[in-house]
């Protein structure tokens, strides 16, 4: 939250001047390079804001001091899910900025947001370790664990459905993504199995 530049401001907040001390003695610790920049929060619901979501990363990262040799333990989908219900500590329950008290509401991490982190965080870098230290197992299970997610909700997954193309589960959803995101746009059609069936047709 201090190397995002939003511990700056005076704060009459105790939880608050505890966070701007223990920054203060970090960044002197460890000689912090200063970020230029402030997060933004332009269109973005407030249970979404970057202190919220910092609080909640600080949390897991609490409760689980191991992650990731933990993630590797987990053999199936409701195990990984279960590593990634938590919530940010009792401040943020009245706050989704550290300036503003707000009424009373637990910052959970959704399920939809969980499977988000899942699929764009766990997942590659399972399949990267997977890569980096020849275990094929690790790649393995990271597909597995894409295989039985739900697809994402997305504009990219609502352009192919209007196209008549639906992905079943989380891979298949990647897969389309990432057709429409690197290959469509630049018109890599002969790269592409798809394209290259359509161009072979009499």
Not at 6 to 27: A, I, K, S, T, W
Request: overall charge positive.
């Amino acid at each position: 939250i201090g190397q995002a530049n939003m511990l700056d401001e005076p704060n009459p907040d105790p939880y608050v001047q505890l966070l701007q001390r223990e920054y203060r003695f970090l960044q002197s610790k460890y000689q912090f390079l200063p970020v230029h920049g402030q997060a933004q929060m332009l269109r973005m619901r407030p249970a979404g804001f970057p202190a919220v979501r910092l609080a909640q990363l600080a949390m897991f990262l609490h409760k689980n001091e191991h992650f990731f040799s933990t993630i590797l333990t987990c053999e199936t989908m409701q195990q990984l899910e279960q590593l990634l219900l938590i919530t940010a500590n009792d401040f943020w329950h009245y706050h989704y900025t550290l300036q503003e008290v707000t009424p009373f509401q637990p910052k959970h991490l959704g399920k939809e947001m969980g499977h988000q982190v899942i699929i764009n965080g766990i997942v590659p870098l399972v399949y990267a370790a997977g890569v980096r230290q020849q275990q094929p197992h690790y790649q393995q299970m990271a597909l597995n664990w894409l295989a039985v997610m739900p697809m994402e909700n997305n504009a990219v997954q609502r352009f192919w459905k209007r196209e008549g193309i639906q992905a079943l589960n989380a891979a298949e959803s990647q897969g389309l993504t990432e057709l429409k995101t690197n290959y469509c746009p630049a018109k890599r059609c002969l790269d592409c199995h798809i394209g290259r069936i359509i161009l072979n047709r009499k």
